[in-house]
Structures are given as C-alpha cells and as structure tokens.
C-alpha cells in the first residue's frame, strides 16, 4: 500500500494544466488568466481632474475669470490667461494649458469671478496620465484568478475578451443498489443517497463544469456502459463499489474500459481503498462510498488535480503546524485525517470520525494529520492539520 505522499505524486505526475481559451470578459470570473496582460492603454488615459472645481495655471494670483467648462466627457482644448479659470468635474480632462484644480469649497465665486479662498499646491487634484498604469506594463501575471476587482480593472483597460484556462468538465458517478433519493419514504435495508449531492456542493465553489452525472446500481454490465459515458470529461469522481465485495464492480469496469490505474489503496483512514487512474487525458478517481471517506479523498486528492488543471501550481497538502487540545493515540499504523475544529491554531478532535459517519464534518474547519508512525499525542503537543473550507 502507498502512502499519502507518494499517492500526492502520483497524481501530480498525471495531472496537467488545461489549454487556453478565449472567453468574453463576463464568462472568465473564477478562470486562471493563461498569460500575462500587457496594459493597452494608460490609465488614466488623460490628465483627469480628481475634484469638481477649477482648473488653472498656479502662481499667477488668487483672483480669476471663468472662461470656459470641461465636462465628464468633453475633449476641449483651452488656451488660458493667467488670469483665467475653466469650470471642472471629477473626472473630466484637464486642458493642457491648466496644472493645478482647485475643489469647489475652496474658492468663493461670483458671477463669472472666482477667488481662491486657500491656494493648493501646484498639480493638485490633477491626475497625471499613466498614473495608475502605463500603457504596454504587464499588468496581470498568467496564473490570477479573475475576480471581481480583476474584471472591472480589465474593463477599465477596455478589454473585451481575456484568454484563461478552460474549466475541467467533471462527471460525477454514484454506485449502489442501496441507494435512495432524500426526499422519498425510505424502504428497509436502504440508505439515502448522500455522496453525489456532496461531491456537486463541494464542486459549486470550483471553476468546473459538471458535464454528467448518474446513479448506477451494482450490476457488471451498467457500471462499465455508465463509466463509458462519464470517461468522457476531464476528471470522473466515482463512488462505492471500490472495494472487494462480490458486488463492487467499480475497479473491473474502469480495467475493461481501459483506464490505467495509477494506484490502488493507501495507508490511510479514512479512504484506504482509493483508487487513481488515467484514459488518455481523464483522471478517474473512484472514491469509496463511505460518505467520510469519499468526502476526504476528494478534498485531499481529487479537488488538488482539480485546481491544477484549473492553473494552480503543484499537487502538495498545506500542511500546518498547530497544538492539540486533549489526547489522541493512533491505533491503526495508518495516516489519520481526523475531522476537527481549529481555532487560533489550537485543534480539538472531534469524537465521531468512522467512515460512515458525517457528523462530525458538518462542524469541522480541518483535518489533523497524523502520521501513520506517530502513536500516541498529547495535551499541547505540536501537530499538523490542514485547513478546508466548505
Ligand atoms: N473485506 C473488506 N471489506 C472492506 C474493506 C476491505 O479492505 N476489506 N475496506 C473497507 C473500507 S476501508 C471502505 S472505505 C469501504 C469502501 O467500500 P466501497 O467503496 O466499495 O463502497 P460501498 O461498499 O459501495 O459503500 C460503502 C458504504 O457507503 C455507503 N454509500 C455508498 N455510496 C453512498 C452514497 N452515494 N451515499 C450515501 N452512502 C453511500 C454504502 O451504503 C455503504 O454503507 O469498504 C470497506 N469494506
Ligand atoms: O478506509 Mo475506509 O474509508 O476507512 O472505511
């Protein structure tokens, strides 16, 4: 079996960065911008008054006649006496012959005569051109994510259409003849259908496409027609039907489908049964059914090849040091991702963590990892965990 690590590098080994597209500007929210973005223009792109006021050439006296208005928009050109002044809104251009704007509260006006009441510094309230940015600086580095503050700085550039990392399709598959539908009175020996409501929750925050997903009871034939159909995409989440039961049907049709695996079952828990392979470019992982377990792999594992392919860089678990709050002793020579709260980076474990159960997830913020050689933990000793969000 391999360890949590080696699994890591295998996927990343496998996993790859997406191809670029175009989208048009409002379709790229969450995307990875695929190169960087060279400024086509200066903002601004023109002096630009910062105040509504005055625009006059400073040093020539206090007293001033308006002769002429530049408004939000206006592209006039003023040739001004040093006894002059233009009338000036927020965001209009300065004309040339102007250095200095003088905010409205400032000056006492009557009739077409404005007196400077507190004379500002030379070049005030003038915005210069490219001051923000000058046109042809590289202004966004390949790799950010478009958000919102991103889109309206780009369609301050004027900029249209951004080329990004196209989105993963993702197709979802669970397997069980157990499973119903919440919602519906549940029969005897059946459970509720939890795992693919889950995985698609956990996928809303993604920059994915979900491009198909399926129910598909355990039977030999369906599971290797309904993985057909679901290979066509960038990654397939399966899960259940993983392990070694009679009717676990998973690992068989992924082989008769021709998918190469890559691993089989890591010394971990929850999620020892994982399962990692590839058909040409799709990654298939096949959660076990086990709602913990499938949940864990696919933050830990699945959801890293995810963002990889997406443009962020290499597969690795953000490992962090924290204290433990209690005593905890691994008794299963495995790696433990414990479901727990972690708070000033102080981790409390919390009391439920088998396979089966959810509870415990709907409280937690982190996993603790222990190492599978690590035992016994004590009250304030130092220890490792990895935060999620969900
Ligand atoms: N003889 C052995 N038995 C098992 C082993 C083993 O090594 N030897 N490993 C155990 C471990 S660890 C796990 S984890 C499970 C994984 O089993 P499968 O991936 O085949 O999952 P299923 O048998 O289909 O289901 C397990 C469990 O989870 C429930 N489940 C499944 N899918 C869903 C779903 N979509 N929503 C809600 N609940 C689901 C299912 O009803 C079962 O209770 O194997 C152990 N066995
Ligand atoms: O490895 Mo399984 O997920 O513990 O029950």
């Given amino acids: 079996m391999i360890s949590v690590f080696e699994a890591l590098t295998i996927i990343d080994q496998n996993t790859s960065q997406l191809d670029a597209v175009i989208v048009p500007l409002m379709q790229s929210v969450g995307m990875a911008i695929a190169e960087d973005i060279v400024a086509p223009i200066s903002l601004p792109p023109f002096r630009q008054s910062a105040m509504d006021g005055y625009a006059f050439r400073h040093g020539f006296g206090e007293e001033f ?27 209009s251009r300065v004309p040339n012959a102007a250095d200095t704007v003088i905010m409205q509260e400032h000056v006492e006006r009557s009739g077409d005569q404005v007196k400077i009441l507190k004379m500002p510094k030379i070049g005030t309230n003038v915005r210069p051109v490219g001051e923000q940015i000058q046109q042809g600086d590289v202004v966004l580095r390949k790799g950010t994510i478009i958000n919102a503050a991103v889109i309206g700085f780009l369609a301050g550039l004027g900029i249209a259409d951004v080329l990004v990392i196209r989105k993963p399709k993702i197709s979802i598959l669970v397997t069980g003849n157990e499973l119903q539908e919440p919602g519906t009175l549940l029969e005897p020996g059946a459970v509720y259908e939890s795992n693919r409501s889950m995985l698609k929750a956990a996928l809303l925050a993604e920059n994915v496409d979900l491009v198909f997903d399926s129910h598909v009871k355990d039977d030999r034939e369906s599971t290797f027609e309904v993985i057909r159909e679901g290979l066509q995409a960038d990654v397939l989440l399966i899960s259940g039907g993983i392990s070694v039961g009679d009717y676990d049907f998973v690992k068989e049709a992924l082989e008769k489908n021709e998918v190469e695996e890559k691993f089989y079952k890591v010394n971990q828990k929850p999620g020892k049964p994982l399962w990692f392979g590839k058909k040409e470019e799709t990654l298939v992982f096949a959660l076990p059914g086990n709602p913990a377990s499938s949940l864990t792999c696919f933050l830990i594992y699945a959801l890293a090849a995810i963002r990889k392919m997406n443009g962020s860089s290499k597969i690795e678990i953000n490992l962090k040091k924290g204290k433990l709050k209690g005593e905890y002793t691994n008794v299963f020579e495995k790696s433990l991702f414990l479901q727990c709260r972690e708070s000033g980076g102080v981790l409390e474990i919390y009391p439920k963590q088998a396979s089966s159960m959810l509870v415990s997830f709907t409280m937690s913020n982190a996993f603790l990892f222990v190492p599978n050689d ?11 965990y990895i935060p999620f969000n969900l």
Avoid: C
């Fill in 374 to 384: 690590v035992k016994d933990i004590h009250d304030g000793d130092e220890v490792m």
């Fill in 65 to 91: 006649q308006v002769v002429g208005e530049s408004k939000a928009g206006d592209n006039v050109e003023f040739s001004l006496k040093e006894n002059e002044v233009i009338r000036i809104f927020t965001g």
